[in-house]
């Protein structure tokens, strides 16, 4: 079975430029998650969705970050402009409905805005 | 607000017992889960409690004690490809699946 799928897994950029990060979650599941991995703060939840619709964006650290989830198998995480405290390694991970369901995670995307 | 506390580091022999500590502060309660993360890699399931008590999955154990909100996480027979970092999260009670992760134990295992 296919497990989420993000790209790219590495990306290097100058600041001021847009990065958009993909996700493919696992086919079925109904959630969608988006964390940021820092060594200082740990895995923090930027945003999550339900059925395609964003139920807490309470984690996106300003308003230079956005997420779609346009379709069940597809969701962009979107920062524009970059700054280099943007500088992580950013995770999607998706999960069916359930309270015992876990969170099954992506590879990652390793940002580094120069 | 979300408050999980883990040790930063640990470092254990190969072959022997060790025991990963997660206490956590929540605004609400509704399981607690124990993820492995391999340097570079994407944390992975590994357990989860939502009762009090002990719950074993063949080399690994984790308990869970709500009313002193502490749970740990128990790796026996260590080997070295344990060497990982091991997350506690705690789901809060709103019902919905997203998770507050603690920042971590780095275990390493030597021989």
């Known amino acids: 079975d296919a497990g989420v799928i993000q790209s790219p897994r590495h990306e290097v950029t100058e600041m001021g430029q847009e990065v958009t990060l993909r996700c493919k979650p696992i086919?079925?599941?109904?959630?969608l998650f988006w964390y940021r991995q820092t060594m200082m703060r740990g895995l923090e939840l930027l945003i999550y969705?339900?059925?395609?619709?964003?139920?807490?964006d309470s984690g996106m650290p300003e308003d230079r970050f956005s997420a779609k989830m346009p379709n069940a198998s597809f969701s962009t995480l979107k920062i524009q402009p970059s700054e280099p405290r943007d500088s992580a390694v950013y995770f999607c991970a998706s999960s069916p409905t359930g309270l015992v369901q876990p969170q099954h995670f992506g590879d990652g995307t390793r940002l580094s805005i120069l | 607000g979300q408050n999980i506390d883990q040790p930063t580091e640990m470092t254990a022999t190969e072959g022997a017992i060790v025991q990963i500590n997660c206490t956590y502060q929540t605004s609400g309660f509704n399981g607690l889960f124990w993820y492995q993360q391999h340097a570079g890699e994407a944390p992975t399931f590994l357990s989860y409690n939502v009762l009090d008590g002990l719950e074993e999955k063949g080399r690994f154990s984790s308990f869970l004690s709500r009313s002193k909100g502490y749970s740990y996480l128990l790796l026996k027979e260590l080997q070295m490809k344990d060497s990982a970092s091991y997350l506690c999260a705690v789901r809060d009670q709103t019902g919905a699946n997203n998770l507050f992760f603690g920042t971590g134990t780095r275990l390493t295992v030597i021989p």
């Open positions: 086919s079925g599941h109904d959630y």
């Open positions: 969705f339900n059925n395609n619709v964003p139920i807490d």
